[in-house]
Structure formats: structure tokens, C-alpha cells
């Protein structure tokens, strides 16, 4: 099994599974104000998944400065993470389900 990294702001936490890593995201670090729209979100997958599910390339491009790389990358990150994450558990364990 690869371990999954967290990622945020040079944060080396490291877990054995995808889930446990999105719920550090939410948990322990600040949340992110989206710069297209105002919304607030937790860091990480969360913040990346709005940022694409709810806005243009384009509109993500202008508002964060960002290039085609990295557009990619978060991308990949976003598809690798539900490729392999049960969202529904981590859904549960955010809502205080076992």
C-alpha cells in the first residue's frame, strides 16, 4: 500500500490510506477561502474539488495565478483521491459516525 501525504503548506504528515489523509486536510489544518467566489472550505481535496467542480479552468487560472501545470497537478491529485477514497466514510467519520 502507498502511503498518502498530506500536502498542505509543507505538512509531512503521512497515512496509510487516502481517507484518513482527506480528514487530516479537514481537521487540522485552516480552512481556504476560495479566491473565484469568497466560499470557505477546508484545505487540500476539499478546496481542490470546489475550485474545479464549481468553477472554470479558466476562472481558477486568473484567480490564483496558476499555469497549466498546475492546473494538472491538482487535477491529478483530485482524480487519484476519488479514484481510490470511500468519500462516503469519510463523509461518516466528519459527521461523527464510527
Given at each position: 500500500m502507498v502511503p498518502w501525504a498530506c500536502g498542505i503548506d509543507g505538512c509531512?504528515?503521512?497515512?496509510?490510506d487516502v481517507e484518513s489523509a482527506v480528514l487530516h486536510q479537514t481537521r487540522e489544518h485552516q480552512r481556504h477561502e476560495c479566491k473565484v467566489c469568497g466560499t470557505i472550505v477546508p484545505d487540500g481535496y476539499f478546496a481542490i474539488r470546489?475550485?474545479?467542480?464549481?468553477?472554470?479552468?479558466?476562472e481558477y487560472v486568473r484567480a490564483y495565478d496558476a499555469d497549466s501545470a498546475a492546473v494538472r497537478r491538482r487535477?491529478?491529485?483530485?482524480?487519484?483521491?476519488?479514484?481510490?477514497?470511500?468519500?462516503?466514510?469519510?463523509?461518516?467519520?466528519?459527521d461523527g459516525s464510527p
Amino acid at each position: 500500500m502507498v502511503p498518502w501525504a498530506c500536502g498542505i503548506d509543507g505538512c509531512d504528515a503521512v497515512f496509510e490510506d487516502v481517507e484518513s489523509a482527506v480528514l487530516h486536510q479537514t481537521r487540522e489544518h485552516q480552512r481556504h477561502e476560495c479566491k473565484v467566489c469568497g466560499t470557505i472550505v477546508p484545505d487540500g481535496y476539499f478546496a481542490i474539488r470546489h475550485a474545479f467542480d464549481e468553477h472554470t479552468r479558466a476562472e481558477y487560472v486568473r484567480a490564483y495565478d496558476a499555469d497549466s501545470a498546475a492546473v494538472r497537478r491538482r487535477e491529478k491529485v483530485k482524480r487519484e483521491i476519488e479514484t481510490e477514497a470511500d468519500l462516503q466514510t469519510v463523509v461518516e467519520r466528519l459527521d461523527g459516525s464510527p
